[in-house]
C-alpha cells in the first residue's frame, strides 16, 4: 500500500488509527488483520495500477490494537484526463458487523441447549458434501434421540425437560472433538457431524456418548430422572 506517498487524512480517521496518527500508507497497511492482508493490498494495487475505483470490507488493529470492521471505498480522480490519484472514505462498520454476525448465530443455534438447530445443521452438511465431493473428504453422521423421555415432560414439567435437555447437550460437546458440530433439530432429536471421522471412529464415539447419557441423570423432586 506504499504506492502512494502522500495523503490527506481528516480527524476522525486520524481518531480511528489511534494517537499516533496517520504517517504513511504503509503504516496503515500493516496494520489490516493478517488474513485479510493480502488481498486487500493486491486488490488497492490493483485499483491503481488499473486506476479504477476500490471497495473492500475488512479487520483492522484500531485504536489501542483493538480489532474492528472497516469500509473503505475510493474513487478514481482525473485531471485534464489525467490520473492524480484517489479520493475515499473510511467507515468503521465494526458495531454493524457484530450485529450481524450475532443475528447470525441466533438464526442457526438452538436458543436452550446452543447447539446448531435445523437450519445451520443444514447449512455445515451442505458444506461437508462439497467437500466429499469436490476433495473426497469424508463426513460420519450421527442421529439419535431420547428413550423415555416423554415421562420427563409428563411427569416432571417441562423446566425438568429443559434441563434434561441442556444436560444431554453438555455431554454431547464433552464426547466430541472442537471440529465437529452438534445439533438439537427439535424436541428431543439430536444430531452430530464429524468432518474426516471413518466409520470405524464414528461408532466407537457414538457408543461413548450412548454410554455417557445412559449413565447420567438429574435430581429434581426428591427423585433421579
Same mark, same amino acid.
Given at each position: 500500500?506504499?504506492?502512494?506517498?502522500?495523503?490527506?487524512?481528516?480527524?476522525?480517521?486520524?481518531?480511528?488509527? /489511534?494517537? %499516533?496518527?496517520?504517517?504513511?500508507?504503509?503504516?496503515? !497497511?500493516?496494520?489490516?488483520?493478517?488474513?485479510?492482508?493480502?488481498?486487500?493490498?493486491?486488490?488497492?494495487?490493483?485499483?491503481?495500477?488499473?486506476?479504477?475505483?476500490?471497495?473492500?470490507?475488512?479487520?483492522?488493529?484500531?485504536?489501542?490494537?483493538?480489532?474492528?470492521? +472497516?469500509?473503505?471505498?475510493?474513487?478514481?480522480?482525473?485531471?485534464?484526463?489525467?490520473?492524480?490519484?484517489?479520493?475515499?472514505?473510511?467507515?468503521?462498520?465494526?458495531?454493524?458487523?457484530?450485529?450481524?454476525?450475532?443475528?447470525?448465530? %441466533?438464526?442457526?443455534?438452538?436458543? =436452550?441447549?446452543?447447539?446448531?438447530?435445523?437450519?445451520?445443521?443444514?447449512?455445515? =452438511? %451442505?458444506?461437508? +458434501?462439497?467437500?466429499?465431493?469436490?476433495?473426497?473428504? @469424508?463426513?460420519?453422521?450421527?442421529?439419535?434421540?431420547?428413550?423415555?423421555?416423554?415421562?420427563?415432560?409428563?411427569? /416432571? /414439567?417441562?423446566?425438568?425437560?429443559?434441563?434434561? +435437555?441442556?444436560?444431554?447437550? *453438555?455431554?454431547?460437546?464433552?464426547?466430541?472433538?472442537?471440529?465437529?458440530?452438534?445439533?438439537?433439530?427439535?424436541?428431543? %432429536?439430536?444430531?452430530?457431524?464429524? @468432518?474426516?471421522?471413518?466409520?470405524? *471412529?464414528?461408532?466407537?464415539?457414538?457408543? !461413548?456418548?450412548?454410554? !455417557?447419557?445412559?449413565? !447420567?441423570?438429574?435430581?429434581?423432586? /426428591?427423585?433421579?430422572?
Amino acid at each position: 500500500l506504499d504506492a502512494m506517498n502522500a495523503a490527506i487524512v481528516n480527524e476522525a480517521l486520524n481518531e480511528l488509527l /489511534g494517537d %499516533e496518527g496517520f504517517r504513511s500508507l504503509q503504516d496503515w !497497511s500493516d496494520r489490516i488483520h493478517r488474513d485479510d492482508r493480502k488481498d486487500v493490498k493486491t486488490a488497492w494495487l490493483r485499483s491503481l495500477v488499473k486506476q479504477t475505483n476500490f471497495a473492500r470490507q475488512f479487520r483492522f488493529l484500531g485504536a489501542n490494537q483493538e480489532v474492528c470492521w +472497516l469500509d473503505v471505498q475510493t474513487a478514481a480522480v482525473r485531471v485534464d484526463d489525467q490520473f492524480i490519484g484517489t479520493v475515499g472514505t473510511v467507515r468503521d462498520i465494526t458495531q454493524h458487523h457484530h450485529d450481524y454476525a450475532q443475528k447470525r448465530w %441466533e438464526a442457526e443455534h438452538d436458543p =436452550l441447549t446452543h447447539l446448531l438447530n435445523r437450519r445451520g445443521l443444514t447449512r455445515h =452438511l %451442505e458444506g461437508l +458434501l462439497m467437500q466429499w465431493q469436490s476433495k473426497d473428504k @469424508p463426513t460420519a453422521v450421527m442421529l439419535f434421540d431420547l428413550d423415555r423421555f416423554k415421562p420427563v415432560n409428563d411427569q /416432571g /414439567g417441562h423446566a425438568l425437560g429443559d434441563q434434561m +435437555l441442556q444436560e444431554i447437550a *453438555r455431554i454431547v460437546q464433552s464426547e466430541i472433538r472442537s471440529s465437529d458440530y452438534a445439533a438439537r433439530q427439535g424436541g428431543d %432429536e439430536f444430531a452430530v457431524l464429524l @468432518p474426516g471421522c471413518t466409520p470405524a *471412529r464414528a461408532l466407537t464415539i457414538a457408543e !461413548s456418548l450412548r454410554a !455417557s447419557i445412559a449413565d !447420567s441423570s438429574i435430581e429434581a423432586q /426428591g427423585r433421579q430422572w
